[in-house]
């Protein structure tokens, strides 16, 4: 038996083989005219997938991690007030990056499986000025998805910047930078974008630009501060050779390769190929009598799902189960929880053949281990919600 596996966590993802076969080309010279081209195509594609014509890509070796630290290092001086709107572990660890930065944060957290309101968040911007505010698109330790125009509505509204994580939602989930008013919004490459880990990439618009023009002190993190990046990004996007530290050059090559798939699906079609694929997963997922964390399917992600096991399952045996059957999911995140609940990643280049091979490894378990399900209905229940039966 051949021992292909299937990697359905939520990042890495699966990668295209010619996004994989591009990462394999012998290494140019940062400086060739080929690679100054491909790195100014990857920065105006990233323009597409945003929807942000107007704002200022950057594209840095790193994780998503480093990009969510760069839009505070840049941003963020000490004292001035954040509001952190949390939905898991990830809208945490944006409070940790902030104070690091010596922030006056205050976190806002929504229960798990529910997001914050609207008007939990507009109370908070009353009250008090704050220079920005930050919350997670999809935050991957809950599944949780939050609706970003409302929020950034919010922040024009109350002259505040707001800073999107969207490492689990870009080129996955529907977003609009410049037409809501987004001041920040960041990914690693690993998520729905579909390039190896490796790369932190980041929109900014104007605004931001202009507020960390105007900073009174100096930016305290040397590798991100924009000084040192800005005239790269513009540099290559004029396709000039610029340096200041060695770029990723095979990862960027994957990268305007991958950004070159997604701008032939189309972002649209794309935004809706996940949600359908997502909606029919979540059919077959309850018909494995299995409930996902979100409380309400509006605020589930369609990029990833975190799902209960049954009462009782031993978490380890569950996924090493999996796993002998060749499909690699992943375990919880969040530290109430983690041993209660289990994610799968179901982006970028994610199909329907993909995911009726994971509910076939969560039935065959479950079947295994004496659970009382139908074999067969969760995937006829994702068959039929795909094509529409009734
Ligand atoms: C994965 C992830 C991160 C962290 O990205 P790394 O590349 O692991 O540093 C941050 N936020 C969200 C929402 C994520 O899914």
Redesign the pocket.
Known sequence: MKGRELLMI??PIEFEPEVLQAMGIPTQSHLAPDFIETFGNSLELMREVWKSPEGQPFIVAG????A?DMAAANLIEQGDRVLVISTGY?GD?FKDIMDRYGAETTILEAPIGEVVSLEAIENELKNRPYKALTF?????STGILVDPAPIAQLARQYETLSIL?????VAGEEIKQDEWGLDIVLT?S??AIGVP?GL?LLVASQKAIEVWGKRKTPVSNYYADWHNWLPIMKGYEERRPSYFGTPAVNLIVALETSLKIISKEGMNERVKRHQKLAKAFRTGISSLNLTILPKTTQSAANTLSAVYYPKGMDSGSFLSKIAHNNVIIAGGLLSEIKTEYFRIGHMGSVSANDLLAVLGALERVLLELGHDIDSGKCLQAFQNELLEIN
């Open positions: 939520p990042g994780t998503g991690t480093l969510m990830f660890r997670t698109h999809v935050d991957t994580d969207g490492v689990c939602s690693g690993q998520k880990p932190a």
